[in-house]
């Protein structure tokens, strides 16, 4: 399985961004999906993620309500739509194949990872 992200930039502000991210493979659809980031200095930390049944999602308070998770199981591509960014928002951004159909808050709980994506906010 691997893993390709792509929509990462510069951007000010208060800007957007979207994020895709394309997995290969026939098995896209049986399992969740996830971001996450990590900036300079600091942890991993989950963003977002993406069950399989209902497409339910969940997310890391910090991003809630400015951040949006979608997956396109036709195309095996998942989606986080940033809105309203902050520079606190700037680090790679990976996206990450769960280990189970429910989307999980834990690194561990995916076993696949893309290479990840620049994202920079500035002031």
């Known amino acids: 399985v691997q893993l390709v992200e792509s929509g990462g930039g510069l951007v000010q502000a208060g800007g957007s961004l979207r994020l895709s991210c394309v997995a290969s493979?026939?098995?896209?659809?049986?399992?969740?999906m996830g971001w996450f980031r990590q900036a300079p200095g600091k942890e991993r930390e989950f963003v977002a993620g993406?069950?399989?049944?209902?497409?339910?999602?969940t997310y890391a308070d910090s991003v809630k309500g400015r951040f949006t998770i979608s997956r396109d199981n036709a195309n095996n591509t998942v989606y986080l739509q940033m809105n309203t960014l902050k520079p606190e928002d700037t680090a790679v951004y990976y996206c990450?194949?769960?280990?189970?159909?429910?989307?999980?808050?834990?690194?561990?709980?995916?076993?696949?990872w893309g290479q990840g994506t620049q994202v920079t906010v500035s002031s």
């Open positions: 990450a194949r769960g280990r189970r159909p429910w989307a999980a808050l834990a690194g561990n709980d995916y076993d696949y």
């Open positions: 493979g026939r098995t896209f659809s049986s399992y969740a």
């Open positions: 993406i069950g399989v049944v209902t497409a339910s999602t």
